[in-house]
């Protein structure tokens, strides 16, 4: 999550295309993950996928590919603008976009989100649909008076590094424990050394979103 920036002239939202960018589609997918990178605070500007935020999330895509069966159908949210932008929230409208497209090819999938920093922030918001079984929260942005109700019945993990600046590891706790209260099955995990891009000790936070999600997924079908 970064601070201010601008719509280039000339490109507009409406411009972009489908919110669901699939990575693997099984002939007859039995569940879904799809992937929610990380943005800026406020931000007008087109989203591109060579955005270092969205470069981030491929090695997490190729690490979850690699522990989950090849019926479970990999995605990812493809965001119109850069930032949340206060109450217009836009990547969590991307991201409802992009289930509502999951559910027109596949039918109503169960799925796991998995989203880092703001993604992470619409994942968690996003949870309310009825096909969403669980959320991987990677650093999430998670201000205080986030909504925490709509996570009855549903399984939520926190990865957060303890030496992030970006976005804070106590607020992902503090999330956490309101959660548990609406009674999700919910935990947070600290990160020994982790800063916020997930590049220090990279290959653990790899291999720990891998095995969550296979453990959501082996689950009853990502319950």
Known sequence: MAGHEHASVGETADTFPPALVTRRVPRA???AVLFLHG???NS???SRPWHPAAVRMRPFVRAVAAATPDDVLLGAVRYRVRGWNGADADPLHDTRRALAE???RHGDLPT???GHSMGGRAALRAAAAHQVRAVLALA???PDGEPVAH???KDVVVLHGDRDRVTDPQASVSFVHRARAQAARADAVLMPGGDHAMLRHSGDWHRRAAATVAAFL???GAA
């Open 44 to 46: 007008r500007a087109p």
């Open 39 to 41: 943005g800026m605070e």
């Open 112 to 114: 796991v989100l998995v």
């Open 218 to 220: 082996a689950e009853g």
């Open 140 to 142: 999430p942005w998670c």
């Open 29 to 31: 997918p039995r569940a």
């Open 151 to 153: 996570l009855l019945d």
């Open 102 to 104: 999951l559910s027109r």
